[in-house]
């Protein structure tokens, strides 16, 4: 990787004005080999950190705000253009190269170790104000990523002095040498975050110990290495920069628990009993005890609201079990309740839950509120439960082995959602239900997001499927429950939930005349929850697919 030294070519000038001065040769303390190995590594370590800034504020603004593919592209690409600009600015202080990559290296950390806990706080301190500030996460958001690309940016030509003055190499070189420790470095930056720093550590302390190691190395480097090149004055101003910037992020570790736990009741409000950070996402619990109803929230969007459920999952299922329904296959649905109100109808042999959380699950069983809501479903002999991704499941499903299919998933809106809301994943259901089986989808609100609504619906169609569309209202809006967690304006929040019945041959919602009753839907509500639904029709949308999600 490090090439050898390539003498200048005879006649050339020096590059340096005078020994020991600014832009002379340097003077180490070790010998030049040896210097110039530790400036390659800094650079690794100093990659690695710059990388997982970048991936934190990624995943923080996707989980925070929704809608990952938006954030990442505006994180990605603000981030990149502010290293260009930081390396054109970072040209006038070549002649400090040592003085101003330590305290570049001193901001960074700073900066991008507080950076999620910032973002984190604003949103939830003041992501509901509305107003001016309606935009205020996302404001920070850029300009986290702008402060960040900036001083990423610089750290480069200084890098590249330093280099140099170690020990003079053809700049071809020099660059390959540099950039070869710099992409290695953001590998292992960007394998860290995912598979230790995220599991292990979380999104905030994570951050806050990348911050600490991109401190240590970047002072160790210049105050160790090239503390000759630097005045008496410069040295101490600098080791009490790192001082100073270890000893916030070391606080601010101290406090992290305190400070989610507050953030949490920021968000949530104070019933919080469940907190869990899953291999999939977030889940928390809220209220189900001393009457106060039961909140079941998924990467901070309301899932399951005990105010407001029964109507959600009644529609969902009951209009579907008319018919055959000995078997049936709820994708999703790992909180029990859809299960529930299969298990109501006489005749049900098998129900096959398909969830991808396992944690989600383990709540459905083991909670004691939840577990109460969903009336201990999944402790039903003819109940089986799988952890798997639905999309994956379907396509090893044993093909027309259902006669009820039940898509019981997130919102269509949510990024990581739009495979499982796509023609392929259609075609797959229709696979997999008997002759005269029927699929019934939960396609968002239908008031508040029509255009989504009737693109599911369009979708479902482009399947090889008749469709009979319906609403339902009575949902209570006091949280985000789409893919936007921070609606700036709460007045038009969704208040209905609508599905789409498709079948082979023409659906009618109804409700089976020997099947339960159920306490919040009738025929005459769900027949006016159709016409509603059609009276919002957009007609002529193209069906989402994976190479082309429409949502």
């Not at 490090?2 to 003077?27: L, T, V």
């Not at 009457?291 to 105010?307: E, I, N």
């Not at 109100?341 to 083991?366: I, Q, S, Y």
Request: charged fraction near 20%; charge should be positive; glycine fraction near 12%.
């Amino acid at each position: 990787m490090i090439e050898p030294h390539a003498p200048a070519p005879p006649g050339s000038p020096q590059p340096w004005s005078a020994p020991g001065g600014p832009g002379g040769p340097a003077r180490l303390p070790v010998r030049p080999g040896t210097g110039r190995f530790l400036v390659l590594a800094g650079v690794f370590v100093c990659a690695a950190c710059g990388l997982v800034y970048e991936l934190e504020l990624v995943a923080l603004a996707s989980y925070l705000m929704g809608d990952s593919v938006t954030q990442a592209s505006v994180v990605l690409s603000v981030m990149v253009f502010a290293m260009g600009i930081g390396s054109l600015a970072a040209k006038r202080l070549r002649g400090l190269a040592a003085a101003g990559f330590g305290a570049v290296e001193a901001t960074l950390a700073l900066v991008g170790g507080c950076s999620a806990m910032a973002l984190y706080a604003v949103f939830a301190w003041t992501g509901d104000w509305g107003g001016l500030w309606a935009s205020g996460p996302r404001c920070l958001l850029v300009a986290f990523s702008l402060a960040t690309g900036l001083l990423i940016g610089a750290e480069v030509p200084l890098l590249m002095e330093l280099i140099q003055r170690i020990r003079r190499q053809d700049a071809g070189g020099a660059v390959a040498d540099l950039f070869a420790a710099d992409y290695v470095g953001a590998l292992v930056g960007g394998l860290a975050f995912p598979f230790l720093l995220l599991p292990f550590l979380g999104q905030l302390t994570g951050a806050l110990l990348t911050g600490a190691v991109n401190a240590v190395i970047g002072g160790a480097l210049v105050l160790g290495l090239f503390r000759r090149d630097l005045t008496r004055r410069a040295r101490w101003l600098l080791l009490a920069a790192n001082v100073f910037v270890l000893a916030v992020l070391a606080s601010a570790a101290v406090l992290v628990d305190d400070f989610e736990r507050a953030a949490r009741q920021a968000v949530y409000g104070g019933d919080v009993r469940v907190a869990l950070q899953t291999g999939v996402q977030e889940v928390v619990l809220a209220g189900g005890t001393d009457g106060r109803p039961l909140g079941l929230f998924l990467d901070g969007r309301l899932r399951v609201s005990g105010r407001d459920e029964l109507r959600y999952h009644e529609a969902l299922v009951h209009p579907a079990m008319t018919g055959p329904h000995a078997r049936v296959l709820v994708l999703g649905g790992g909180d029990g309740l859809a299960a529930r109100e299969v298990l109501r109808h006489p005749g049900v042999k098998r129900v096959d839950v398909v969830e991808l959380d396992g944690e989600v699950l383990r709540l459905a069983r083991t909670d004691p509120a939840l577990s109460a809501l969903n009336k201990h479903a999944f402790g039903d002999p003819r109940v089986r439960v799988t952890t798997q991704d639905a999309f994956g499941w379907l396509r090893g499903a044993p093909p027309r082995a259902y006669d009820v299919v039940l898509s019981d998933l997130p919102d269509p809106g949510i990024t990581a959602s739009t495979k499982l809301y796509s023609q392929e994943f259609y075609g797959l259901a229709r696979r997999v239900l008997a002759p005269g089986g029927r699929l019934v989808v939960h396609a968002g609100p239908v008031a508040s997001r029509p255009r989504v609504f009737w693109t599911v619906e369009a979708t479902v169609r482009a399947a090889g499927f008749r469709t009979a569309p319906y609403r339902t209202g009575g949902r209570h809006a006091g949280f985000a429950a789409g893919p936007d967690r921070t609606p700036a304006d709460r007045t038009r929040a969704p208040r209905d939930w609508g599905f789409v019945l498709a079948a082979r041959t023409e659906p009618r919602p109804r409700l089976d005349p020997d099947g339960p009753r159920p306490y919040a839907l009738d025929d005459a509500s769900l027949a006016a929850g159709e016409r509603a639904a059609r009276a919002t029709r957009i007609a002529g949308l193209p069906a989402s697919t994976l190479v082309h999600p429409r949502y």
